[in-house]
């Protein structure tokens, strides 16, 4: 069969949930039996949101095979339960950066490099390499931003070419766009969308189905006007009121017969009957009242939680297995430093610091990995939260505070945290991470151990320092444990700390492998100690979503 293309354009604004969307679409062809990959086009010229600040971009979502992506491949590899590789996310710089490469090699003999054909058939290619590279039957393409902006356009007039390329049945179009409520006169427009459908036609693209987003119900009759005026099938316009919960999602797609529509459209058959049992129960447990549990997130970036969005998520994930409701509690690390909300720790059963880069507060997660070892909170550390939780317990054994990671201090006395050997020479801050995913072995009578309850495990990296080896002995000594290594012991992977009900410090961020239907084990165990010490019963074994 040739693969099947579903290309995402999303019109009138950003932000209504166009990744949410195609990562639906894609559990909808999954049930349906089908193999799916999805790819992200973005817009702008940063080769990748490696190096781009969490304020513009939000989260950096990482994945097997090292890429440094855009958060939405979160959104599709958690909804899906697929894993993806470094094609599904391309941006204009990677593609101009190729373009202009060969150019300089001479690969085009002489002639005039232009946006058509030379741009647009790098994507082309770049978007043809997926199912390639991912063996999947059918491709989601997702364009980032919102059809009229310039930068885009390249990208729409490939996706334009393919259909002439491909042929009606290999692709399909879905456009994603946003009804305003006028408050005065009380009613949605449909307006902006027909002028976004016009635009989209102007470059030469008719949609095949609309999804009309809103905040407040859509009447039938607005989608039939949407129907009239923008030249779609009825059945093909599809209201999407916002979901409270994002798992609903699928289940109001597949309600609304979207599936049935793609295949249709698409000349497919079903390869078997998609049964929503267990999504249905995970929605349900989801909306049932539990008791909830008070966490607290330790981070600088807390103001925009896309920061943070896969920790957010792993949490959610965890609770809901575990039969509580996860109440996070958003901490920011500066005011901790200056003093301003430490008494915000008193508040919550359980302490997470994420990871990060740069030196603007770090002491107030310090702080609070040393509230949680002295109060006996449970903490987990994700990757810089491990090296300041390190750092705390090294601050007490050694008995002083000329102690740091040598990112923030870089001629401390103590650098328990130190920049890795292969990092030494390393200049170019894009893509020189040690990043994706490496092997880590689990020692025997560990917490982490217990929680994965198996000896090796593979997890996704994103870091430039490492836990100085001249401390082992000394902190193993002392009550720390280096309870995950990579195979070879050289590399600590995870520490914990003896009589502590739950300690735990990963180098890498098990948060990017967390599924609604898998929750990972390290936050289940986290979430578990934190409901023990609030005194509030937990599902065991955990509740399971998986089919
Ligand atoms: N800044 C730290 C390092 O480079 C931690 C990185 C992270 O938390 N992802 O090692």
């Known amino acids: 069969m040739p693969t099947k293309y579903i290309f995402f354009t999303g019109g009138v604004v950003s932000s209504v949930g166009k990744g949410v969307t195609a990562a639906a679409v894609g559990r909808l062809l999954k049930q349906r039996g089908f193999t799916v990959a999805v790819q992200k086009l973005d817009p702008y010229i940063n080769v990748d949101p490696g190096t781009m600040s969490?304020?513009?971009?939000?989260?950096?979502?990482?994945?097997?095979?090292?890429?440094?992506?855009?958060?939405?491949?979160?959104?599709?590899?958690?909804?899906?339960d697929v894993r993806l590789n470094k094609t599904c996310n391309i941006t204009s710089g990677q593609v101009y950066a190729d373009v202009i490469a060969k150019e300089r090699r001479g690969d085009y003999l002489g002639g005039t490099i232009q946006v058509i054909p030379h741009i647009t058939n790098e994507i082309k290619r770049r978007i043809g390499l997926v199912s390639k590279m991912t063996g999947a039957e059918i491709v989601l393409v997702e364009v980032g931003g919102t059809v009229g902006d310039i930068e885009s356009l390249p990208f729409l007039e490939a996706l334009r070419q393919l259909r002439t390329d491909m042929g009606r049945e290999n692709t399909l179009y879905i456009h994603v766009t946003w009804l305003p409520y006028i408050g005065a006169t009380e009613e949605l427009k449909t307006k902006p969308t027909q002028h976004s459908v016009r635009e989209l036609r102007s470059i030469g693209i008719t949609p095949d189905m609309i999804v009309a987003r809103s905040d407040t119900p859509i009447e039938d009759v607005l989608c039939e006007k949407i129907a009239q005026f923008c030249d779609v099938e009825k059945r093909a316009v599809v209201p999407m009121v916002t979901a409270p919960i994002l798992y609903e999602i699928p289940l109001l797609l597949e309600q609304a017969h979207v599936g049935d529509i793609i295949l249709e459209r698409l000349n497919l058959t079903s390869q078997k009957t998609p049964n929503w049992n267990a999504w249905q129960r995970l929605?349900?447990?989801?909306k049932r009242e539990k008791p909830s549990i008070s966490i607290g997130l330790v981070g600088k970036y807390v103001e925009l939680h896309d920061a943070y969005i896969s920790v957010r998520e792993s949490l959610k994930h965890a609770a809901l297995a575990l039969g509580v409701e996860l109440d996070l509690k958003w901490i920011h690390s500066v005011e901790v430093e200056k003093g301003t909300n430490a008494d915000k720790f008193e508040d919550v059963f359980g302490i997470?610091?994420?990871g990060g880069f740069g030196s603007r507060g770090i002491e107030g997660k310090i702080m609070a990995a040393r509230y949680a070892r002295l109060n006996k909170v449970p903490y987990l550390g994700l990757c810089l939260g491990m090296q300041l939780m390190v750092v705390d317990f090294a601050r007490d054994v050694l008995g002083t505070d000329k102690v740091n990671s040598s990112e923030f201090d870089r001629t401390t006395q103590h650098p328990v945290i130190d920049l890795m050997l292969e990092q030494q020479d390393v200049t170019d801050m894009g893509g020189t991470m040690r990043l994706g995913l490496y092997p880590c072995t689990l020692q025997p009578g560990t917490i982490a151990r217990k929680a994965y309850g198996v000896e090796k495990v593979d997890e996704r990296h994103r870091h430039r320092f490492e836990f100085n080896n001249t401390y082992r002995e000394q902190f193993a000594k002392n009550g720390m444990k280096f309870s995950g290594l990579s195979p070879n012991g050289n590399l600590v992977e995870i520490a914990e700390l003896e009589n502590?009900?739950?300690?735990?410090?990963t180098q890498f961020h098990p948060e990017f492998l967390s599924r609604p239907t898998r929750p990972h084990p390290l936050f289940v165990e986290f979430v578990r100690a934190a409901c023990l010490k609030a005194g509030i019963p937990t599902e065991e074994?955990?509740?399971?979503?998986?089919e």
């Open 283 to 286: 929605v349900v447990e989801t």
């Open 500 to 505: 502590h009900p739950f300690m735990v410090g």
């Open 54 to 80: 969490p304020y513009q971009h939000g989260e950096v979502f990482v994945l097997d095979d090292g890429a440094e992506t855009d958060l939405d491949l979160g959104h599709y590899e958690r909804l899906i």
């Open 541 to 546: 074994p955990p509740l399971s979503f998986d």
């Open 352 to 354: 997470v610091v994420p």
